[in-house]
């Protein structure tokens, strides 16, 4: 399992740098007869790359316009950073929670799972109900919040590209 900050290390660099599409941890082929390897390989090297493409190129052309002070292109690009910067590290955070190994959730998280929402069902239903309508086909993350200091304590993250907005029950 990974956190969402050792995922944003990994997707989000320093302005300085370039950013790349992450190897996948399995093969292309790893996920079938569940998922193919073509879908795979055009999920990876088509869709993920573009949104790396795109977010360097956001990027750089922010950068240009301010070292010429011109804030309105700047400020004009941001939806562009937010989609694609957004598109790269809901990506990323998805190949890291695939396997090719048949997994169950752990005794720790079925039982805030349960004490959060009820069954696993539920979770599931109130998760697509939150992201149905996001755009980028409803992107959503089920997170935990370390800083509640409430064990067990219902986090449902809503990510919808470059926005978090965070639901507390
Ligand atoms: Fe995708």
Redesign the pocket.
């Known amino acids: 399992m990974y956190t969402l900050r050792r995922i944003a290390k990994v997707a989000v660099r320093s302005a300085k740098q370039k950013h790349t599409l992450p190897d996948l941890p399995y093969d292309y082929a790893a996920l079938e007869p569940i998922i193919s390897r073509d879908i795979m390989n055009l999920?990876h090297s088509k869709?993920?790359q573009t949104y790396v493409t795109n977010l360097n190129a956001a990027e750089e052309k922010i950068k240009l316009a301010t070292e010429k002070g011109d804030v309105s292109t700047a400020i004009s690009l941001m939806p562009a950073l937010k989609f694609n910067g957004g598109?790269h590290l809901?990506?990323s955070i998805?190949w890291q929670n695939l396997s090719p190994s048949r997994t169950e959730p752990s005794e720790g998280l079925c039982k805030a799972i349960q004490a959060s929402f009820g069954s696993m069902d539920n979770m599931k239903k109130q998760l697509s109900a939150q992201t149905v309508a996001i755009q980028g086909?409803g992107w959503g993350w089920l997170g935990y919040d370390k800083s509640s200091g409430t064990k067990h304590k219902k986090m449902l993250c809503i990510m919808q590209k470059y926005d978090l907005k965070m639901i507390l029950d």
């Open positions: 999920h869709h993920h598109g809901n990506h998805f086909s």
